[in-house]
C-alpha cells in the first residue's frame, strides 16, 4: 500500500509538472508576442515576401543528431512574411512554433525518450535556464546555434574561459544521466518511495541538497557573507566617524562655553573695580573742580590757563579719537587683556622661580634698583593693563620736527647704519657704508632755513662701519665696529682713535658700553663670538664662543654681569660673565635671524628679527637647562623686515623699529599692535624734493633720545 502510494505520487508529480512547464512556456512567450520586438528570438528568421503569406517549418525528428547540419535541420525555423504587419493567424503559428522550440530546449533526454518527467528533469530545465542566463549571444542565430550545441555538452569558450566554475556547475545539471545530476531534498523524499529501510538509511548518511551544498552556491554565499559584513563594518566605521564628529565638537563648544562663561566673570570682577576706583576719583575731582570754581572768580584773568573744567570739556574729541583706534584694534586689545590676566594668576599659582635671578639687577645701583622696582606691578592685572592702555592712546602719530639733509641722495654709500645719543642726549652721531662717522648737534635739526646740513665732527675709517655705540659715563669717548672685523675706540674731542682692537676674523656686526661698568665694551661677528674689551686693556679680556654668527650684543642696564647677544641660529643668549662656558639662559621663538636685542628693564627684554616680528622675554620664566618657550609673553608686529637691519630702540615702555617700507614703527610694550607709524619721502636726484616712489629705499637706523618722546630715525638714503 505504501509503494503503491508512492508511485501514484510519482506519475500525479509528473503529469502535474510537466503541465505547469507547459504552461510557463506558454506565458513566456505570450508576453513575448506583445513585444514586436522580441518576435524574432531564438533563432526566427523573418523573410518579406511578394504575395504577403507567411509560413513556418520546424524540423522535430530527434533521431538526426548526427552531424551540425541535421542539428541546424532539427532547430531550424524560417519564416517569411510581408511588409505589412503579420496576420492574427501568422502570429499564432510563430508563437506556436515559438513554444515547441521552447519546450524542445529545456526537455530532457529522459522526457525525450521515456515521457516521464521527474525532479531531475527540472533540475535539467534548470541547467538551460543558468546556460541562457550566463550566455552573451550576439544574435538569434547565435543563441540558436549555442543552444543546438549545448544539446551535445558543448558550451562556448568564452563561458568555459570567463566563468569556469559556473560552466562546470551548468554541465552537471545538464548530465545525461538524471542520477548524476545534483539532488536536493524533495528528490530524496521521492527515492524515499521506492527504497526499503536500509536504502533510506544510506541516503539520509549522504547530504541531501549538492545543490545548496554546491561550491558555486557556497561560494555565492560566503561572497554574500562577506559582502554583508563589510558593509556593516564599513557602516559602523562610518557610524562611528559621525558620533566622534558629534562628540568632539560638543567638547569643544562646551569648553568655548565654559571659556566664555570664566570671560564674562573676569570682566563682571574689572567692570566694578573700575566702577569703585572711578567713584573715588570723582569725589577728587569734584573738590577739585570746585576750587577752580573759586579761583576763577578771585583771579580772573584773560591769560589765565584753562581749568579742570575747561580741561574735562575738551577730552571729547580725544577721547572720540582714541575710541575709534581702540574699537578698530579690539581682537588685539582682548587678546592682550586675557593675556594678561592669565599670566597674573599663572603668577600667583606659580611658586618655581629661578633661584640664581639676583643677577637680573645691579644691587649696588640702589637709583636703578628703586627705578625698577617702581616700574613692575605685576600683582594688579587691570591696573597694569590700563596703564599699556593709557601709553598706548598717549600718542596717536609721528610729528615731523626736523629734517636733516646731507647732500648726495639715493646713493648706496650714504646707508646709515647706525644712530647713538652721547651721555647729555646734546649731540648724535651717524655711521654707515660711507666709511664715516658724523656727529650732529641735536639742535641744529630743528632749523629749517639750512638746506644741506654739515657735521659737527667727521670722522674717517678704513672699511664701512656697522654699529656706533656712545660711553655713558665718558662723554667724548665713542665705539664702533667695522666690516674689516675691527673694533674701535675713538675720541670725538680730537677726532682720534684712542684703541684699536683686531681680534675679531670678521666682519663685526655689533658695540655695546656697559652702562653700569664704562670702562668695559662687548663686540660680536660672524667669527661666531662675543669679545669682552676693557678701555685699560689692549686685548680682549674674556671671549664667548658662539654656534653661529654673532648679530647682535646689549648689556643689561641694570646688572653687573648680564649680557645678551642676538645669533643668525634663531636664537638669543644671555650669559652671565662670571662663568661664559654655558649660557644663563636660552630664548627661541623667532623663525630667523635675531638682529637686535635691547632691555626693557631688569626682567624683560625685547627682541627683534628677520621675521617681521618683535618679541617680548619675561627673563623670570626662563631656564638654564634649555630653551622655554613660555618665556615669550608677547609677540608685536605691523612693520615689515625680511632681509636688512632696520634698527630698534626703547625708551619708558616704548619701543621704535624701522621697517623695509620706508617707516618708522612705533609699540608700545604692552599691545601686539604699533601705536603708529611715519612714511619717509624719497629724494627726487635732480630736483632734491620728496616724492612718493620708494625705490627700494628702508629705514635703517633708530635711536630715541634719552627718556623723551623724541626719536631719531634714517633710511637707507641717509
Not at 547530504?207 to 554565499?221: A, D, F, R, T, V
Not at 637680573?360 to 634698583?369: K, S
Request: hydrophobic share 30%.
Amino acid at each position: 500500500m505504501w509503494l503503491g502510494e508512492g508511485h501514484w505520487n510519482k506519475e500525479c508529480f509528473s503529469s502535474v509538472a510537466a503541465s505547469e512547464k507547459k504552461q510557463k512556456f506558454s506565458e513566456s512567450m505570450n508576453h513575448t508576442s506583445r513585444w514586436p520586438q522580441f518576435s524574432a528570438k531564438y533563432g526566427l528568421k523573418l523573410e518579406s515576401t511578394s504575395d504577403g503569406d507567411a509560413s513556418a517549418t520546424v524540423s522535430q525528428n530527434p533521431q538526426n543528431e548526427t552531424t551540425e547540419h541535421n542539428c541546424n535541420a532539427e532547430y531550424g525555423i524560417q519564416a517569411k512574411s510581408s511588409s505589412q504587419q503579420l496576420s492574427k493567424t501568422g502570429q499564432c503559428q510563430l508563437t506556436s512554433i515559438s513554444d515547441q522550440l521552447e519546450e524542445k530546449w529545456y526537455t530532457s533526454p529522459e522526457e525525450l525518450n521515456e515521457g516521464t518527467c521527474r525532479i531531475a528533469s527540472n533540475i535539467y530545465g534548470l541547467g538551460i535556464l543558468l546556460f541562457e542566463l550566463l550566455g552573451r549571444f550576439d544574435s538569434d542565430r547565435a543563441h540558436a546555434t549555442a543552444m543546438s550545441d549545448l544539446c551535445h555538452r558543448i558550451l562556448p569558450p568564452q563561458l568555459l574561459s570567463e566563468n569556469p566554475r559556473e560552466a562546470g556547475f551548468c554541465l552537471w545539471l545538464l548530465h545525461p544521466e538524471p542520477s548524476s545530476r545534483p539532488t536536493t531534498s524533495h528528490e530524496v523524499t521521492e527515492k524515499m518511495g521506492f527504497m526499503d529501510l536500509s536504502e533510506t538509511v544510506e541516503i539520509f548518511a549522504q547530504p541531501g541538497e549538492e545543490i545548496l551544498q554546491s561550491e558555486l552556491i557556497n561560494g555565492l554565499q560566503e561572497v554574500s557573507a562577506e559582502e554583508l559584513s563589510s558593509s556593516i563594518d564599513q557602516d559602523d566605521a562610518e557610524s562611528e566617524l559621525l558620533l566622534h564628529f558629534l562628540v568632539s565638537l560638543k567638547e569643544q563648544k562646551q569648553k568655548h562655553s565654559s571659556k566664555l562663561v570664566e570671560d564674562v566673570r573676569c570682566l563682571d570682577t574689572d567692570i566694578e573695580e573700575v566702577g569703585r576706583r572711578n567713584c573715588s576719583k570723582k569725589h577728587l575731582l569734584h573738590s577739585c573742580l570746585e576750587n577752580d570754581f573759586i579761583n576763577e572768580r578771585q583771579h580772573a584773568s584773560e591769560h589765565k590757563e584753562p581749568s579742570r573744567l575747561e580741561a574735562l570739556s575738551q577730552v571729547s574729541p580725544v577721547f572720540q579719537t582714541n575710541n575709534i583706534r581702540l574699537m578698530s584694534n579690539i581682537s588685539q586689545l582682548e587678546s592682550a587683556y586675557f593675556s594678561m590676566r592669565s599670566k597674573v594668576q599663572l603668577a600667583e599659582t606659580d611658586a618655581a622661580t629661578r633661584q640664581d635671578k639676583d643677577l637680573l639687577r645691579n644691587h649696588e645701583n640702589r637709583d636703578l634698583a628703586r627705578e625698577d622696582k617702581e616700574t613692575m606691578n605685576t600683582t594688579d592685572c587691570l591696573g597694569s593693563f590700563f596703564d599699556g592702555l593709557c601709553k598706548y592712546a598717549r600718542y596717536s602719530k609721528f610729528e615731523v620736527r626736523g629734517l636733516l639733509r646731507t647732500g648726495d641722495f639715493n646713493n648706496s654709500a650714504n646707508v646709515i647704519c647706525s644712530l647713538s645719543f652721547d651721555r647729555d642726549a646734546d649731540y648724535f652721531a651717524a655711521a654707515g657704508v660711507s666709511k664715516k662717522i658724523k656727529i650732529f648737534e641735536y639742535n641744529s635739526l630743528f632749523n629749517d632755513s639750512v638746506d644741506i646740513h654739515y657735521p659737527a665732527i667727521e670722522m674717517s675709517n678704513e672699511s664701512k662701519l656697522s654699529c656706533i655705540c656712545w660711553n655713558s659715563y665718558i662723554k667724548s669717548y665713542l665705539a664702533s665696529t667695522g666690516y674689516d672685523g675691527a673694533v674701535k675706540l675713538w675720541d670725538v674731542s680730537t677726532g682720534q682713535v684712542v684703541f684699536r682692537y683686531n681680534e675679531h676674523e670678521k666682519r663685526a656686526w655689533s658695540v655695546d658700553f656697559s652702562q653700569v661698568h664704562p670702562t668695559k665694551l662687548a663686540s660680536g661677528s660672524d667669527d661666531c663670538s662675543v669679545k669682552l674689551w676693557s678701555i685699560n686693556e689692549k686685548n680682549s679680556i674674556s671671549t664667548i664662543r658662539n654656534i653661529a654668527n654673532v648679530c647682535c650684543v646689549q648689556f643689561s642696564s641694570h646688572s653687573s654681569h648680564l649680557l645678551a647677544f642676538g645669533s643668525a641660529d634663531y636664537r638669543t643668549y644671555c650669559y652671565d660673565l662670571r662663568n661664559v662656558r654655558a649660557p644663563w639662559c636660552v630664548l627661541a621663538d623667532h623663525d630667523k635671524a635675531v638682529s637686535y636685542v635691547k632691555f626693557l628693564d631688569s626682567e624683560t627684554m625685547v627682541t627683534a628679527s628677520t621675521d617681521n616680528t618683535l618679541k617680548i622675554w619675561d627673563l623670570n620664566k626662563t631656564s638654564s637647562s634649555g630653551p622655554t618657550p613660555s618665556a615669550c609673553s608677547l609677540t608685536l608686529g605691523g612693520h615689515t623686515n625680511e632681509k636688512n637691519f632696520v634698527g630698534l630702540s626703547v625708551a619708558n615702555g616704548y619701543i621704535a623699529c624701522g621697517s623695509e617700507t620706508n617707516e618708522v614703527y612705533a609699540y608700545h610694550r604692552s599691545l601686539p599692535m604699533p601705536i603708529t607709524s611715519h612714511k619717509f619721502g624719497s629724494m627726487d636726484p635732480i630736483s632734491g624734493k620728496e616724492t612718493d616712489d620708494d625705490n627700494g629705499q628702508f629705514v635703517s637706523s633708530v635711536c630715541w633720545r634719552g627718556q623723551s618722546d623724541m626719536v631719531v630715525a634714517a633710511n637707507s638714503s641717509g
